[in-house]
C-alpha cells in the first residue's frame, strides 16, 4: 500500500474493480479506505482461475521472487491473456525485465488522502504522501478506461 494505495484508489475512483489478493493474517481495514476488496491470497491461489481474466495484475517484485506459485501464475497470464502487468519494488525479475518499463503516476487529491489515512490506519502514525507514486509495466498507456485490476500483496 505504501507504493500503490494512491494508485489503487485512483483506479477504484475511476470505476476499476480493485482485488487485493491479501495473507490471511493481514488487516484488511486500510485496503478498505482505498475501496479495494480483498481475497485471501492462499485461497485464490489453491483454486482454478475461472471467470474473466482480470485486465491489470500488479505485483511486488518481492513476493514474485519468494513465491513460486505467484511467479508460475503471472508466467500463465502473461501468455494466455492480454492482461497488463504492473511491478513494484527495487527490480524486476530478469525474465521479465525487457517488457516493461517505467512509469509514474501522479495522485488525485482525493487518492493522496485516502492513502494517508490508509497508511495511518496500518501504522497508527501520520504519514506524509508523496504526488506521485513509481512502477514497471509491460503496459504503458494501454490501460483502459475501466476493467478489473487485481493487486497481489
Known amino acids: 500500500m505504501r507504493y500503490t494505495g494512491g494508485w489503487l484508489y485512483d483506479q477504484v475512483a475511476a470505476g476499476w474493480e480493485v482485488v487485493v489478493l491479501v495473507p490471511g493474517n493481514a488487516d484488511i481495514r486500510p485496503l478498505e479506505i482505498l475501496g479495494a476488496t480483498t481475497v485471501d491470497l492462499e485461497s485464490a491461489l489453491e483454486c482454478s482461475p475461472h471467470g474473466p481474466m482480470p485486465d491489470t495484475v500488479a505485483v511486488a517484485t518481492d513476493l514474485y521472487e519468494a513465491d513460486a506459485r505467484i511467479r508460475q501464475g503471472l508466467l500463465e497470464t502473461l501468455a494466455k491473456h492480454p492482461t497488463t502487468i504492473t511491478m513494484w519494488g527495487k527490480d524486476v525479475p530478469s525474465e521479465l525485465d525487457s ?42 498507456g494501454s490501460m483502459p478506461a475501466t476493467g478489473t485490476l487485481t493487486s497481489i500483496r
Do not use: C, M
Open 99 to 140: 517488457r516493461f518499463g517505467s512509469t509514474q503516476h501522479r495522485l488525485s487529491r482525493a487518492a493522496r488522502v485516502f492513502k494517508a489515512h490508509a497508511l495511518q490506519a496500518a501504522t497508527n502514525s501520520p504519514v506524509d504522501v508523496g504526488f506521485t507514486e513509481s512502477f514497471r509495466t509491460d503496459g504503458i
